[in-house]
């Protein structure tokens, strides 16, 4: 699904009023009238209400006075509280709210705590219809608009978003302060990056996405090339897989990982890297280590690589050169540990690549600080997986500010640095330096637990080795990862999940994707 920013969904709108003549009335009744549908068909058991509608000063609250008056036409038991002045409301919004004036509506306007309080505990309302804030929030929420949402988020009433959870960022799904946590959000015409971004996207429930008569012409400016990752988007970077292929035609990964205490990312990744459907993998690792993983992988080859001290060794840089003669991708840093030594190893080896790569773990702990040397790569776009943490060494913000603003972090991050930036978390965030984000949509808390990363290493790198590019391979590695959990959890639940539960369930994610079946 296309996520698009909120500056273009307000273009379009702007277009549509200003260059094909359609009333901006006539865009906000059809939006109220579709949203008033959704909440009906959501919420008939409720019926008859009390329905209380908490508008602010923009045309999001204007959408709710449509839905005022038309609620109450069906019969439902409606009051509106606007959060201002009678004189504060202009526009498309004034002429809806003129209209439900001379009906049989109560309205009330709040201008302090204590009168938004006493209206909010006279309505006793089981259903809040929040159009507070739309597309036209500009900074974040404070006093009165504030409490309002910290009430609404204290109520036990069901809550309907019109367009967007008040405090949500539209164009990034930052919580501007704080915002509204609904049951089902209905926006109008295309959904936008906050919908699908974490944290805002927690904030959404359920989403539909409703038509209000903007004709397609209207849309044709709309440049952001973002989507959310479902199934279908998935299925169509599947790489092909001819029934007559052998192990040579579907690539041949090398994985370089391990350390004392660390070979268990290595055999993770490795043995991703064949659930994965890499043709051959050969995990190379300091030779101290290497008769461990002997043990542990069965279909992996291993390789032994000089160290120091059971750490790779910065001269390991000719053996893993050597190594990747014949090899289709690489992928770096599970479980290889810190130190000078592996710095200076990745900082001469980096150049030196031009097989498409993903660096991951202490990879990343080894790149950080050194960013410059990803410039200095030929090769096509090497993927970084980071989670929060990671990521806050690599980019020197703290883990609070890149959760905060994920999708623009990552976003900044690829461009800035020429890589395809997949940012682990809940919707991981897939960036490339084009500027094309994809964010996805499968997963679940059972991936928060140590190893889960090695396994989505293995992965790309598996993909990268069959072929795909590397924006491609990262965003169908995060998809089959995170449905690998999905199948998981559907059979022995998802608190507890090991990282090597996964690996079982990878092909059989592929196969839903292949054959169109979910298979749980
Ligand atoms: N023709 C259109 O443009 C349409 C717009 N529609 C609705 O209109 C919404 C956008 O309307 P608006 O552009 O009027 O914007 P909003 O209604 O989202 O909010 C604008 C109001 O909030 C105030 N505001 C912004 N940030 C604030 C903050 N941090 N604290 C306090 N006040 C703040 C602004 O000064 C303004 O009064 C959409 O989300 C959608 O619900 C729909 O009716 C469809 C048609
Ligand atoms: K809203």
Known sequence: MRLIRA??????????????????????????????DAFCAEFANCFPGPVLVLAGKGNNGGDGYVMARILADR???VQTTVLGKREDIAGDAAVMLSILEQLNVPIGYVADEAGLQFSLAAAEAKLIIDGLFGTGLKSDVRGLYATAIE??????????????????????????????????TVTFDQAKIGHGSYPGAACVGRLEVVDIGIPQLGREKVTSDVRLVDVAEA?????????????????????????????????LAGNAAVRGG???????????????????????????LAHVDGFLATSAEEQILELLTEKQALAFGPGVGQGDDLRNLLTVLLPQVELPMVIDAD???????QLGILQERKGPWPVLTPHPGEMARLCGLSVAEIEAERFRVAKGFARAHNVVLLLKGARTVIAAPDGRVRINSSG??????????????????????????????AILAAWLHGRAAELVAAGQGAAGMAASDLLCQLPVARRELSEGVCLC
């Open 363 to 369: 990879g990343l702990n080894l790149l950080a600080g």
């Open 278 to 304: 890499s043709g051959l993998v050969t995990v190379a690792a300091p030779a101290a280590v290497h008769d461990i993983l002997e043990v542990k992988l069965t279909e992996a080859m291993t390789c032994p």
């Open 151 to 184: 009430l609404v988020n204290a109520s036990p009433a069901k809550v309907f978003a019109i367009d967007i959870p008040s405090g949500v960022d539209g164009s990034s799904g930052r919580i501007c302060g704080m915002a509204v946590r609904a049951d089902l």
């Open 75 to 77: 019969g439902w038991r």
């Open 444 to 473: 679940n808390d059972g991936l928060a637990s140590g190893g889960s990363g090695d396994v989505l290493t293995g992965l790309v790198g598996a993909l990268l080795a069959q072929g795909l590019e590397s924006f491609d391979a």
């Open 235 to 267: 299925a169509r970077l599947l790489p092909e897989r001819p029934v007559a292929g052998h192990k040579g035609r579907f690539g041949h990964l090398l994985i370089v990982a391990g350390a004392p205490g660390k070979t268990g990312a290595a055999a």
């Open 7 to 36: 500056e273009e969904m307000v273009a379009v709108d702007q277009r549509a009023i200003n260059q094909l003549g359609i009333p901006g009335a006539v865009l906000m009744e059809n939006a109220g009238r579709a949203a008033t």
